[in-house]
């Protein structure tokens, strides 16, 4: 079909009266790459899941004048997080279950999982448990299973949000070896690092949950400034005292040694930044921090041994930020999330006057009592770090907390730390593939590679 996509006087909502995506009249070309850009909330995740015909069949409410000429059966679609979306136990036997329900033959299906394995560079985990595998591999693989649909419109939502930037580049370089095929790829996305190199049209959405094209100077003004190059910190993680210390430290996963360190230590209340690809284990070593995961060697938390810290005092000493926002909800709507962390919560920070300032500016005012899960996947994420950051654990473990988060979300997330750490400082691990923001905010830049931590600012020198 060359007929191109249109989208014409749709009003969606989750609940009546409260419209989350407003469009008039929107064109994809077929053959195009096309980027949705725009605040969180703003309903990129939402259009998405109307082209793929997920909304309304599974919720909300759809107006009758809506017309959107593309066929559900048409496209492949990744979620923002692609656990969801994973019903068995491997790489290789999701991808075997998607083709059996398109009832692709046996001889076609292996050449076609082959294919889509090396095309995102996942063959060696074809065979690796979900379990085992990073954020970002994950993503690779819900990917490969994706592009092995052969689907002709490729929906894909925050696919990079837990890659690092080699990875990305890659995955955008192959993503467009798919248009060049006559493919359609649709992609939501808050970060705009690398997109020059593949040119897409973008459809900007607004707060209003409005929809239009940006004409071509706004779309190469938007893309040149996220290809600038970004400043890191020049200081030295030593050059404060150290909160954590680690000797001997080894971490291991199923077949794998993730790190192997003679000595390694986290500056007190200062903010550090990890990296490291896709995989390398630095959400690993945020669990092993939190005493999630088992580790060899010695790790100590202000001189005491984290052996000798029971689970329930360990817990008001360190508070760990899911990669995925959903993972940390204990409760149904955002009003009981955060009248669980006012009544176990101890930062002084938040007073009553403060925390409705917080509130309002994360953007999350007048959604008390939406269910947590019907929120978009920014709000989750600002919801998921505004409950954590109200406990006031010393430490505070941040596993990709920028995911999903548009510019304007990312620098008041931010502020808040920020505010938060004058009036009580904290220990902080900022793990973060999203670099955007981060000079002068982090105080000093760890990098994983090859079983090894790098001061980066010791490098350098």
């Not at 064109?27 to 703003?42: A, C, E, N, Q, V």
């Not at 770090?385 to 505070?396: A, F």
């Amino acid at each position: 079909m060359t007929d191109p996509i249109t989208i014409q006087n749709v009003t969606f909502s989750y609940q009546a009266h409260q419209p989350v995506l407003q469009i008039t009249d929107l064109t994809i070309p077929r053959g195009s790459f096309t980027l949705l850009y725009g605040p969180s909330g703003s309903g990129k995740s939402t259009l998405l899941r109307l082209l793929a015909g997920l909304l309304p069949k599974y919720g909300g409410h759809l107006n009758a004048q809506a017309a959107i000429n593309l066929a559900p059966q048409e496209t492949a679609m990744l979620f923002q997080d692609p656990s969801l979306q994973f019903a068995l136990d491997t790489p290789q036997h999701e991808a075997e279950f998607a083709l059996e329900n398109l009832q692709v033959q046996r001889h076609q299906m292996r050449h076609r999982i082959q294919d889509a394995f090396v095309t995102v560079g996942i063959s060696d985990l074809a065979d690796r448990q979900f379990a085992t595998l990073s954020g970002g591999e994950k993503q690779r693989a819900a990917l490969a299973v994706v592009i092995a649909m052969h689907r002709p419109v490729i929906l894909l939502d925050e696919p990079f949000a837990s890659l690092d930037a080699n990875n990305r580049a890659l995955l955008l370089a192959q993503l467009q070896t798919q248009v060049a095929a006559g493919k359609t790829v649709i992609i939501a996305d808050h970060d705009l690092a690398n997109y020059q190199a593949v040119q897409p049209q973008i459809i900007r959405f607004d707060r209003a949950h409005q929809a239009t094209q940006l004409p071509e100077a706004a779309t190469q003004a938007l893309l040149t400034a996220a290809a600038q190059p970004i400043a890191l910190p020049t200081q030295a993680a030593r050059t404060w005292p150290a909160a954590i210390v680690g000797r001997k430290l080894v971490l291991d996963r199923p077949h794998q040694r993730l790190l192997d360190q003679a000595n390694c230590q986290i500056p007190a209340n200062k903010i550090t930044l990890l990296t490291g690809e896709s995989g390398s284990g630095k959400s690993t070593l945020l669990k092993c921090l939190a005493k999630l995961v088992p580790y060899q060697g010695e790790l100590t938390l202000q001189g005491r041994s984290l052996q000798k810290y029971r689970p329930r005092q360990w817990g008001r000493q360190v508070g760990l930020v899911f990669q995925h926002a959903a993972d940390q909800f204990l409760n149904v709507t955002m009003a009981e999330e955060l009248a669980l962390s006012q009544a176990q919560g101890r930062h002084p920070y938040f007073t009553p006057a403060n925390l409705t300032a917080a509130i309002d500016l994360l953007g999350l005012t007048g959604l008390a009592d939406r269910v947590v899960y019907s929120l978009s996947g920014g709000q989750q994420k600002k919801l998921q770090l505004l409950v954590m950051l109200m406990m006031g654990q010393p430490v505070l473990l941040l596993d990709e907390p920028f995911a999903g988060l548009d510019a304007a979300s990312a620098q008041a997330v931010r502020q808040l730390i920020t505010a938060c750490q004058a009036v009580q400082p904290a220990t902080i691990i900022v793990v973060s593939h999203q670099l955007a923001g981060l000079a002068g905010w982090v105080d000093c830049h760890l990098h994983l590679s090859h079983q090894q931590l790098q001061d980066l600012a010791e490098v350098r020198s």
